[in-house]
């Protein structure tokens, strides 16, 4: 089963401000559905093949992914750059493992996380 809900409620407000602060983890940069404003998550996020492959920890229903596919497009900071991204869908775990680099360990089945985020890099202008 993906991380519970409350947990992700504790951990919005007292350990991502903290890890988007310390530049050390690949950070979301997402607009809410309903409240417009621009939020930061960080993020599980690893370079596949024309994109990125995202894991919502605390499953599909999460607010940034809800938020994501909603608005279809978000920026991705990871190692130093900016990167927009579009196309957001979910993927299951057998598509995710095909994406991936060998090198990249998913979270352990034994967490349930099933769907994965899929976005594709904008082309740059």
């Not at 950070?27 to 994109?51: C, N």
């Not at 938020?67 to 991705?76: F, H, K, P, T």
Request: glycine share 8%.
């Amino acid at each position: 089963m993906p991380m519970p809900r409350w947990w992700g409620h504790v951990n919005k407000r007292l350990f991502n401000p903290r890890a988007v602060a310390s530049g050390r983890w690949p950070v979301l940069e997402h607009v809410g559905r309903r409240s417009g404003r621009t939020y930061r998550t960080p993020m599980d996020a690893h370079p596949v093949e024309g994109g990125y492959l995202l894991v919502p920890v605390y499953g599909p229903r999460s607010d940034w992914v809800r938020n994501v596919l909603e608005s279809g497009v978000a920026r991705l900071r990871a190692n130093g750059e900016e990167v927009d991204l579009a196309q957001p869908r979910l993927i299951d775990r057998q598509q995710a493992e095909e994406l991936v680099s060998e090198d990249v360990a998913l979270p352990p089945r034994v967490l349930r996380i099933h769907q994965f985020l899929r976005m594709n890099r904008v082309a740059e202008r």
